[in-house]
Each structure stands twice: as structure tokens, then as C-alpha cells.
């Protein structure tokens, strides 16, 4: 059964930067893509970056272009989420999730989840 098991959120101040980390377990991910999400207070779930195991692909919604970097480390089976120059409407609760196949944005077609990680940018 496929884990994942998000780190790294926590409160920081506008202009800021966190790393957040997604470990990985229960299978080999050769094939697989894994993808970051967020869910604001009222608001929709939405995606944020996704990048494929083997190849290194990756998406970016274009709210966060040019401040987050997605990148995994094969050999520890972690997905990680650099996110610089933070903004408040950032804050969310941000959730690790794998598929496999290609990146895609589409919430559904990611069929693992973590239980996600608060991140909350003050201004």
C-alpha cells in the first residue's frame, strides 16, 4: 500500500521560504508521477507542482511559477516542495499525492494522498 507522509510546513512571514517534504513508500515509483495540492480555508483544492519519478517532468500552476521548485530524491524515495518568496495567499494546507502516468493537474486522477501539511504565510 502506497504512504505518503508530508513534513516541513509551519508559520513563516511574507518574503519568506519553507521546504516541504513528501516520503514515499510502499512500492518502487519508477513510473509515477507525484504531484503537490493545497486547500485554502473555504476554498476549492487546487494544484500546485507535480514532477514525474524517473524523468524529472515537471508542472507549475502559474500562481506559483518562478517560487516554487519541485525535485525528488530517488535514492530517498522523498518528493520535496521548495517554496520561496512566500506570499499570504499562499497559506494552506498543502497535500503530497502520487499516480501513475504522467503529470497531470486533475485532482482525481491522483489516487494516493497524505494527510497534508498547514503552511501559513502572515503578512
Do not use: H
Not at 6 to 35: D, H, K
Amino acid at each position: 500500500q502506497v504512504q505518503l507522509v508530508e513534513s516541513g510546513g509551519g508559520l513563516v512571514q511574507a518574503g519568506g521560504s519553507l521546504r516541504l517534504s513528501c516520503a514515499a513508500s510502499g512500492r518502487t515509483f519508477g513510473s509515477w508521477a507525484m504531484g503537490w495540492f493545497r486547500q485554502a480555508p473555504g476554498k476549492e483544492r487546487e494544484f500546485v507542482a507535480a514532477i514525474t519519478w524517473s524523468g524529472g517532468s515537471t508542472r507549475y500552476a502559474d500562481s506559483v511559477k518562478g517560487r516554487f521548485t519541485i525535485a525528488r530524491d530517488i535514492a530517498k524515495n522523498t518528493v520535496y516542495l521548495q517554496m520561496n518568496s512566500l506570499k499570504p495567499e499562499d497559506t494552506a494546507v498543502y497535500y503530497c499525492a502520487a499516480k501513475y502516468g504522467m503529470v497531470v493537474t486533475t485532482e482525481w486522477e491522483y489516487a494516493y494522498w497524505g494527510q497534508g501539511t498547514q503552511v501559513t504565510v502572515s503578512s
